[in-house]
């Protein structure tokens, strides 16, 4: 596509609840990024793909968080028993390839999350 | 680990004076460098980069400067425009074989530019 594309762009749901959130990257790129924006916060990396590699899930932030990519693209990030602190904008992004030094990532508009 | 350090914000000031937003990183191998600026209600949006030491990105009257032997890459411009008023993120892209290649962010500063 001609962008990276999230969905919901918008999700309020009510704490306890499992939501996910899905990310398509740009067509072709290998690596792909999770970052979590609070308000008035700056971007928290959560977890990156990259090709077959094992993603580095280390900032993940409990076990309540997973996400996983299926075939290389698309992603989806799952937030089990959802927390009001988990409120947040989930932002994607991708890039490729993820080798060469200075490559541009790109974002997504982000999923803005509300739990009450 | 690898970090990112801005100048707390906000930054106010009034348009056409000079803006200079400092950023330091920390970082094993040799990181690419990068600004990125998020306008109200939009979406992340690269500014600019750089990719070695001495490189100097630039991009819309902003330019920064990869400076190895201080570890910085200070955000500067001539003189900003009200429409400049947004946030502003420095981050670095790990690299070298002991680095997974994310991409990780400033805590950012924002940019308030008075008519």
């Known amino acids: 596509g001609a962008g990276v594309s999230q969905s919901p762009s918008n999700k309020v749901t009510e704490k306890g609840k499992d939501v996910e959130l899905r990310c398509d990257p740009i067509?072709?790129?290998?690596?792909l990024y999770w970052y979590r924006q609070s308000l008035g916060q700056g971007l928290e990396f959560l977890i990156y793909?990259?090709?077959?590699?094992?993603?580095?899930k280390s900032g993940l932030p409990s076990d309540r968080f997973s996400a996983e990519r299926t075939g290389g693209s698309v992603s989806t990030l799952t937030i089990q028993r959802t927390q009001q602190e988990d409120s947040a904008v989930y932002l994607c992004?991708?890039?490729?390839?993820?080798?060469?030094?200075?490559?541009?990532?790109?974002f997504g508009e982000g999923s803005w999350l509300t739990v009450v | 680990g690898n970090s990112v350090t801005q100048m707390e914000g906000p930054v106010t000031l009034s348009e056409e004076a000079f803006l200079t937003i400092n950023c330091t990183y920390t970082?094993?191998?040799?990181?690419?460098l990068f600004w990125y600026v998020q306008y109200p209600g939009e979406g992340l949006q690269l500014l600019l980069k750089?990719?070695?030491?001495?490189d100097k990105g630039s991009n819309k009257g902003f330019e920064a400067t990869y400076r190895k032997e201080t570890t910085s890459f200070h955000l500067e411009k001539g003189s900003v425009q009200v429409s400049d008023s947004a946030v502003y993120f420095c981050?670095?892209?790990?690299?070298?074989?002991?680095?997974?290649?994310?991409?990780?962010f400033g805590q950012g500063t924002t940019l308030q530019v008075k008519p």
């Open positions: 970082a094993t191998g040799y990181p690419s």
């Open positions: 793909f990259q090709g077959n590699s094992a993603p580095d």
């Open positions: 981050a670095l892209k790990e690299s070298g074989s002991s680095n997974t290649g994310k991409l990780i």
């Open positions: 067509s072709g790129h290998t690596a």
């Open positions: 750089a990719t070695k030491a001495d």
């Open positions: 992004a991708s890039s490729n390839p993820q080798g060469a030094p200075g490559n541009t990532i790109y």
